[in-house]
């Protein structure tokens, strides 16, 4: 099989992340040796035309990923869900996300750290599936990384969508992972989405218009050592298939 690489992007304004600077836009993408170029080019112009604004950092890293570490897992069964307000979409939601193994409880708790935020963070917050709890320190969250999905088309064209969909399968593929609940930070995308029991339930009117503020919150098993589950997340490359 050839080599595979792994193409990252991550871009902010006012200087680098590390510096303060404010996230305008992330992604990647698992390339052969040959696309590399035209990947990092397309990632480039996307951190530069962002509805966030213009980016004034932007970081490119490209590593070669072992084809024997990488993971394949199943892509996430996609339903649909169609609501008229955003606290019927949280409704919905919470009624989605709650069960044996997260608590109602732990659900609201989710939805008031996601609106709690005064600015998006570039990762994800991490919470305990039963007690609400949140579990991740500082304010960047942790950030899924080396994932992609080859047979993205298949997947649609809903750019939001399919890189949503391929997170949420790694996401769910963690062990000790339960759910996630998101909504996107771009102010012009206001459908979110709740992954629980190996689905990804697309919920609209998750946020309001315009608002620039979003994240995700993953659901962890009390028991669960989150170190590793941390270290699976950012670190092991994992293609997604339909
Ligand atoms: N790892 C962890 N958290 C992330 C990552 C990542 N790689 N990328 C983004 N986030 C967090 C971060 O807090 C962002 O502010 C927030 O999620 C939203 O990111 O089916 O576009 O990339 O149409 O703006 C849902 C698609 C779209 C629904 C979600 O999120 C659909 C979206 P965005
Ligand atoms: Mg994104
Ligand atoms: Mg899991
Ligand atoms: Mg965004």
Redesign the pocket.
């Known amino acids: 099989m050839a080599e595979l690489y792994s193409v990252r992007m991550r871009a902010a304004q006012g200087g680098p992340h590390e510096n303060g600077g404010h996230?305008i836009s992330?992604a990647e993408r698992i390339v052969k040796l040959e696309d590399v170029g035209a990947i990092a080019q397309t990632l480039a112009k996307r951190a530069l035309h962002h509805s966030k604004g213009t980016a004034d950092f932007i970081n490119i890293t490209v590593d070669l990923i072992s084809p024997e570490k990488i993971t394949y897992i199943d892509c996430l069964k996609v339903e649909e869900h169609k609501t008229s307000s955003i606290s019927e979409s949280h409704q919905l939601g919470t009624e989605l996300l709650q069960g044996p193994t997260i608590s109602e409880v732990a659900v609201y708790k989710a939805i008031s750290l996601l609106q709690g935020l005064d600015k998006?963070?570039?990762?994800?917050m991490l919470v305990d599936a039963i007690t609400g709890e949140r579990l991740d320190t500082g304010d960047r969250?942790?950030?899924?990384?080396h994932m992609d999905s080859f047979d993205s088309y298949a997947l649609g064209d809903?750019e939001?969508?399919r890189?949503?969909?391929v997170?949420a399968s790694k996401v769910q593929s963690a062990d000790g992972i339960v759910g996630e609940l998101?909504?996107?930070?771009?102010p012009d995308?206001t459908?979110?989405?709740v992954a629980c029991n190996g689905v990804?339930h697309?919920i609209p009117n998750m946020k309001e218009l315009g608002s620039d503020i979003?994240?995700?919150v993953f659901f962890v098993r009390s028991d669960i050592d989150c170190e590793s589950v941390v270290e699976y997340l950012e670190k092991a490359p994992v293609l997604v298939q339909r």
């Open positions: 996230h992330g998006s963070m570039r990762g994800a969250g942790v950030r899924v990384s809903n939001h969508m890189e949503a969909l997170l998101c909504w996107s930070d771009d995308y459908v979110g989405y990804y697309r979003g994240g995700r």
